[in-house]
């Protein structure tokens, strides 16, 4: 939807965290039967301060406030050593640059195919502003098995590439 607007009600995000890698940001709101994206966002090699720099800034251009900040299960783990501020996860670590915030972890689920299903089952009430998004859905729409050229087929894992960073912060959705 072009120029998909953002209601007067809280902006809950979905994260995908990469270490070394990619990562990524979806905001969503969600009204009666509708789960609404506005905006996208994805990069590498930054530290925390500045997507809680990037959030700010788009809240504060489109007037939007924030509910509940959905992290993925990784972002529980301590990581010894590394920042200064040693031995905090990264919860704690944006509940500390991001006061009065609310962080929830997201439960791992163990088979992936599990997490992608249940992504798949709630797209149909799903709405995507076209331009605040449209790096994410390119990515969903390039995420892919991992084809198996010994046996020929399509395998139950997820093409490592990319792409399925994008995915992942949608599938914290899904889950």
Not at 32 to 49: A, T
Not at 133 to 158: H, Q
Request: glycine share 8%; net charge negative; charged share 25%.
């Amino acid at each position: 939807v072009r120029g998909l607007p953002i209601l007067p009600i809280p902006v809950n995000t979905f994260w995908d965290l990469g270490l070394g890698d990619i990562s990524t940001i979806c905001t969503h709101q969600r009204h009666s039967m509708q789960d609404r994206f506005h905006f996208y966002y994805e990069n590498s090699g930054e530290d925390l301060i500045h997507y809680v720099q990037k959030l700010q800034e788009w809240a504060q251009e489109k007037r939007a406030t924030f509910g509940t900040h959905y992290l993925p299960h990784d972002a529980e783990y301590k990581r010894l050593g590394a920042t200064p501020d040693t031995n905090k996860s990264i919860k704690e670590m944006l509940e500390s640059l991001w006061p009065g915030q609310r962080f929830v972890i997201v439960p791992r689920i163990s088979n992936l195919m599990a997490g992608v299903q249940a992504t798949r089952a709630a797209f149909g009430s799903a709405w995507f502003d076209e331009e605040g998004t449209a790096p994410g859905v390119k990515r969903l729409s390039n995420y892919r098995k991992r084809w198996n050229k010994t046996l020929g087929c399509w395998s139950d894992e997820e093409q490592q590439d990319d792409n399925c960073h994008g995915a992942d912060a949608f599938r914290q959705w899904g889950q």
